[in-house]
């Protein structure tokens, strides 16, 4: 797939991709592939029909573990879609962790609001099993929130954001705040209203980066 640009764009991309490349809504969760993560994770995986929270300091395995994830769609041929509002990503580094950028469509909007216009757009066409969205944090009010929580549960995709340390989504089914440590990766867990909580080491090793 192609790097979208525009909404324009972005239209012309989701008006062009054929209905069997749509995600088979058989799975309740989407798995990362890594033990130790998947084990803390509810079901063992990021939910569809929701809004998942990757927030940490940069250099804490955020970018690995969305990787991860994307990875193991791709190689499975469902396709993804990845929102980059900085334009900071590097697909061929993506490449590296076994990505497959024929099956990812990347968009890249000019500012944050238009980012978040485009992520509801994708999610709403239900085409991909996953949604990644990254350097959205600032443009992530209330209402957006909400609104992006609706068209995730109606389309059944899995929404993942990766975003700032100090960070907070409103709304999301899950956020896993990641940290450093001399040991490995420590991941804390607060799972919705429910405030459900948990905790998980991640081996470096485990992490593309």
Do not use: C
């Amino acid at each position: 797939m192609a790097t979208v640009t525009d909404l324009v764009a972005l239209k012309r991309a989701l008006g062009g991709l054929s209905p069997e490349l749509k995600a088979s809504s058989e799975r309740p969760v989407i798995g990362t592939g890594i033990p130790a993560l998947d084990r803390l994770l509810p079901d063992h995986g990021f939910p569809r029909g929701g809004l998942s929270v990757i927030a940490g300091a940069s250099g804490a395995g955020r970018m690995s573990i969305a990787a991860m994830l994307v990875e193991r769609e791709t190689s499975a041929g469902r396709p993804v879609a990845w929102i980059d509002a900085r334009g900071t990503l590097y697909p061929p580094a993506l490449a590296l962790t076994g990505v497959r950028l024929d099956r990812v469509l990347f968009i890249r909007a000019p500012d944050e609001v238009k980012a978040v216009r485009a992520l509801n757009q994708v999610v709403e066409s239900s085409v991909f099993s996953v949604v990644v969205a990254t350097g959205v944090d600032v443009a992530l009010t209330p209402v957006r929130t909400r609104r992006l929580a609706s068209a995730s549960q109606k389309a059944q995709v899995s929404v993942v954001m990766v975003l700032e340390e100090s960070a907070r989504l409103e709304g999301a089914a899950l956020v896993l705040h990641l940290s450093r440590r001399p040991e490995g990766i420590v991941v804390d867990l607060t799972q919705g209203r429910r405030v459900r909580e948990g905790r998980a080491l991640v081996e470096r090793t485990a992490l593309v980066s």
